[in-house]
């Protein structure tokens, strides 16, 4: 079959998206919708169902796309089921334990990991899938050790090359970065060698309408450490629809030569934008609540590509 016919087709098949009742996994499935695409849209139980359908989200004309299913994240042969089917598979790895009092745990970032190689693996195994979008964070990229200096003093740029360090992150109890960290070297390692086209998206903390509200123990967990990256320049956000955006082009590029990390962001949190980005993010209310002190910090500032640029991918040689 012919390059351009084989795209065409794959066009035409469904893709899955994961964590479906999550903020960024709901967006995506609707960005999805509205390129057109049909999207398998993977729940871990009938609560989530059910919340999904309170928020009416299969309702509207976009409605005869999605294809709400239940799955557990846990098991092959039901990951297998849920994948089988679509060219490709939306893996956000939206993981949140209530019961911890940053909405994230040690436990959990364990289990995300986990879980994060057992979703390549389906994919790997599912004959029908061809590609995987895994969805990271800008934290498992910034928090690196630095022997001998109390702050770094020398601006040193981030880019898909960097890597935080498990241990600092375990340290320091940066349990939502270790989380990142472990499960986006977990989906490299189960796709390296396999016939897996996998890209990775780290984004900065994510915004958007309402997302405080619906998600306070997540942008919690994301600013464990804030202090120390709103210092270092590195306390960036950016909107849940351009990060939506950019999974999906990134996904398409996939069909020519995009792979590999790719950082997404749209704005560094600089002292002089700190009243007009808190008002946006409800950043100033969290960093409140955070300890701050540290004789580590992140990496000095952020370069690579930002959400609006990530039409322009190509293959990053980042990967672990």
């Keep these: 079959m012919e390059a351009g016919v084989a795209e065409r087709v794959e066009r035409r098949m469904p893709v899955c998206v994961t964590s479906g009742v999550s903020y960024i996994g709901w967006a995506i499935a609707d960005r999805l919708m509205r390129r057109g695409y049909t999207v398998r849209l993977v729940v871990e139980t009938g609560d989530d169902l059910a919340m999904l359908g309170e928020t009416g989200a299969f309702e509207g004309t976009e409605a005869s796309r999605i294809f709400p299913v239940v799955a557990n994240m846990m098991e092959m042969s039901s990951l297998c089921e849920a ?74 740029l981030v880019d898909e090359s960097c890597w935080s360090d498990e241990n600092l992150c375990t340290d320091k109890k940066l349990w939502l970065a270790l989380g990142k960290t472990m499960a986006e070297k977990a ?107 540290s004789d580590v910090a992140p990496h000095s500032s952020c370069r690579t590509t930002s959400s609006a640029d990530c039409c322009q991918v190509g293959t990053a040689s980042s990967r672990t």
């Excluded at 970032?109 to 004959?127: D, M, P």
């Excluded at 780290?202 to 123990?217: D, K």
């Excluded at 629809?241 to 950082?263: C, D, N, Q, T």
Aim: with cysteine.
């Design 83 to 156: 994948f089988d089917g679509c060219a490709g598979v939306f893996h956000t790895s939206a993981f949140l334990d209530t019961a911890g009092i940053s909405g994230y745990t040690k436990h959990m970032a364990e289990k995300e990991a986990s879980v994060a190689g057992k979703v390549v693996e389906a994919c790997v195994l599912t004959s029908s899938v061809r590609t995987c979008v895994f969805t990271s964070s800008l934290l498992a990229c910034i928090w690196r050790q630095y022997p001998g200096l109390a702050r770094r003093s020398v601006s040193t």
């Design 187 to 293: 989906v490299w390692r189960a796709a390296r060698g396999k016939d897996l086209k996998l890209a990775t998206l780290c984004p900065a903390l994510i915004t958007g309408p309402g997302f405080c509200a619906r998600n306070p123990t997540s942008t919690i967990a994301y600013l464990k450490g804030g202090r120390e990256m709103y210092a270092e320049g590195l306390l960036a956000t950016t909107d849940v629809s351009r990060v939506a955006e950019a999974h999906v082009r990134v996904y398409e590029a996939m069909g020519g030569s995009a792979a590999g990390r790719y950082i997404c962001f749209d704005t560094s949190c600089a002292a002089n934008a700190m009243p007009r980005n808190s008002a946006e993010a409800g950043l100033a209310e969290h960093l409140s609540i955070i300890e701050g002190g």
